[in-house]
């Protein structure tokens, strides 16, 4: 079967010596090889101010923080995405507010999202759902008018792209993850993006239980609130190892995904998402919406391609069931969309064996 997430890890010989070269260095916390991992990331994506943490929900809960999001507050999400990116909210104790999405690209809608601010409004929460950005000029214009932060998810959109900038450089806050499925694992971790200098050291107090890392512990007093959020030397040393291989692999997934747009297009029963202007997505998943989906997913997986729409509208969740709201995009879309394969470990020929199965029909 063709998965449809798979991990990538680089050649043995090359990571098992620089593992056992930091497992068996005496030391294995946060030190040189997370600043390392940190300076070659931030190169990557063009912004210096670049925090490494445990997590890509580490990285989201402090966001949130930054945010000012405390118990009672509201947040404006969407429940299109991983629970991660709500688990979070509710871990803060504010009230997550449902916006729809934009039914061409399954991203949440900012008008919508406007409709729905209030004098409780902390922050917005949208994800660049399966790799493409979200309506990041409409967004900026959002919050600069009503002065409520944008954090942006790209846990799914590693190396995509909006006005030729990658995201990561467009907002206060942009938090990717290296969890085992996504574009690039460390095994777990993630990254948090700031905008500037005063909220990074900031960020970087909350990450190591409030104490400053310049200061001995003799010497430093705690006066926020801080957490066990930090990354180690191990998953670092695997993150830098693979980032010398993540071109090609980044590579791979956006000439697949740029394959399906042409080859899929026009076909019955079947509607490709639209992409934002300016925008250039990383296809973590390669999304679209499918009539007869239980059927087109039937078909897929008898000829060995796993097609699934991978994850449940957060909304339904009980512990969500305080923010019930009407979504009628969401519903619309929950019918039918669904995700086939479009990583590295796609060749060219599944790809055409892919398009030559759909182009059949279900
Ligand atoms: C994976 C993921 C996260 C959280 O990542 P972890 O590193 O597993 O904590 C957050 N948001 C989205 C959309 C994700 O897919």
Redesign the pocket.
Known sequence: MIPLVKSYLPPKKVLMKSLEDILYSGYIAQGEAVDQFENDFSKFIGNKYCLSVN???SA?HIALILCGVKEGDEVISTPI??E??NTVIAQTGAKIVWGDIDIKTGNLCPKDVESKITKKTKAIMA?AYAGMPIDIKRFKEIEKKYKIPVIE?A??ALGASYKKQKLGNHFNFTIF???AI?HLTTI?G?MLFLANKKQYEKAKLIRWFGLDKNKTRLKNNITLQGYKYHMNNINATVGSVQLKYFDKILSAYIDNGKYFDQALKDIDGLKLMEYYKNSEPSYWLYTMKVKNRPRFIKMMESNGVMASPLHKRNDIHSIFKQSKTNLPNVDNFNKEWVHIPCGWWVSKKDRKLITDLIKKGW
Do not use: I, M, R, Y
Request: aromatic share 6%; hydrophobic share 30%.
């Open positions: 997590s890509g929900s989201l995405t991983a991660p990116t994800v998810d846990a799914h993850s290296f969890q996504k777990d993630g």
